[in-house]
């Protein structure tokens, strides 16, 4: 019996240790060493060095993009250069010249909280890849809705959708185009709203040329 009720209180012993906190009734506590003013430093201007190279080859696809005039590209290729110069002449500096952690915090959560482009350039290159993807497949079927109707055939319900898809690319790139950091940072709200206004006519687009692409390859 004496046997069974040590057993027993050892159990409850292990139990309640377990259910202790750490740092209770005595116990020893594990401390993480707390990172170098050095590590932190480093790790900052890593995070500068990937936004950077982020926007630089946001910068490079905008250019590529076929569906939007120079004049559209002018402003975000722009805002683009602004940014990095910002990142590289005001940002990074404090980072590197800060002298209390509390002062390099405060630089290093200045990248993450003041910069808002990744919420208007990174949609602006993507909805741009698909508005130039989808022109592509425009022209591609506009030059055989064209063929059909020079052989004779009534190509009226595939030249209302080639006009249909036009519209909705049309509006796609002119919402694209006004984005920018400055009406982020006034309305993100009314960003948003933009981003899915796009996302709408996007989709609108596709649909209707991938309609009129099963109308002129029904087997396919």
């Known amino acids: 019996m004496k046997r069974t009720i040590r057993i027993a209180t050892a ?11 750490a740092g209770a009734a005595g116990a020893s506590v594990t401390r993480v060493p ?5 590590a ?6 890593r995070k500068i060095d990937n936004r950077v190279a982020t926007l630089a080859n946001l910068e490079a696809r905008i250019s590529a993009t ?19 110069a910002v990142l590289n002449g005001m940002y990074r500096p404090a980072v590197n010249t800060a002298t209390t952690r509390a002062a390099l915090a405060q630089a290093c959560s200045s990248i993450f909280v003041d910069l808002r482009i990744f919420a208007v350039y990174a949609p602006q290159v993507r909805y741009s890849a698909m508005v130039d993807a989808l022109g ?8 055989q809705v064209a063929a059909a109707h020079d052989g004779g055939a009534d190509t009226t319900e595939e030249e209302a959708l080639l006009a249909s898809a036009g519209a909705r690319l049309q509006d796609a790139t002119a919402k694209i185009a006004s984005v920018s950091p400055e009406s982020f940072n006034a309305d993100p709200a009314g960003t948003r709203a933009t981003w899915d206004a796009v996302h709408a006519d ?10 009129l692409h099963r109308m002129l390859h029904p087997a396919a």
């Open 11 to 21: 159990a409850v012993a292990a139990a309640v240790a377990l259910a202790v906190p």
């Open 34 to 38: 707390r990172r170098t003013m050095a």
């Open 40 to 45: 932190v430093r480093h790790e900052c201007n």
């Open 66 to 84: 076929r569906r939007l005039s120079e004049a559209q590209k002018a402003p975000m290729i722009a805002g683009i250069n602004e940014t990095i």
């Open 136 to 143: 592509n497949f425009s022209d591609s079927l506009s030059a």
């Open 202 to 211: 996007v989709a609108g687009a596709f649909v209707d040329l991938l309609t």
